[in-house]
């Protein structure tokens, strides 16, 4: 399995771990890179997660006017390490892109792992996830399925 580069954001972290899979991303992602505001709002440190900060503040203060803190800080460090980005806010997704960042979601993610054969099937973690109050709009459980074979 080929594991990618990524920074994560917080959402994706939460959502993972309410299910249960928190692993997948360190099993899909290496390195895989938070910076200390997502470690902040996410609570705790994977052994697999490096918490770097960005080291140009100044993009972060920028981005700070469209996004939260914890996605400017994390778009900045994916623009910085030239990675791609675990990110699901619909705005900070857009924004990241606008930069130039290639970005993938938490259902990417949850794809990725189906793919790697470490999950069998996407349908059920989608499922947990919704029941843990995380917002996945019903074209994209669809899409995501569609893409799955399921």
């Known amino acids: 399995m080929v594991k990618t580069a990524a920074v994560l954001d917080s959402t994706c972290l939460i959502g993972l771990e309410n299910i249960g899979r928190l692993d997948l ?3 899909l992602l290496d390195p895989a ?19 770097v900060e960005p080291a140009d503040k100044a993009p972060v203060a920028s981005l700070q006017m469209m996004v939260d803190a914890g996605e400017a800080a994390a778009i900045a460090l994916a623009v910085e390490k030239g990675v791609r980005i675990i990110l699901d ?12 960042v290639p970005v993938m979601g938490t259902v990417g993610l949850l794809l990725k792992a189906k ?23 019903a074209e994209l459980v669809a899409e995501a399925r569609r893409l799955a074979g399921e």
């Open 25 to 27: 991303a360190g099993s």
């Open 33 to 51: 890179y938070s910076p200390p505001a997502v470690e902040t709002e996410f609570g705790s440190r994977p052994t697999w997660l490096q918490v």
């Open 89 to 100: 806010d619909r705005k900070a997704r857009g924004v990241a892109m606008r930069l130039g």
């Open 115 to 137: 793919e790697s054969g470490l999950i069998s099937s996407i349908g059920p973690h989608l499922e947990l996830l919704q029941a843990n109050h995380f917002h996945i709009g």
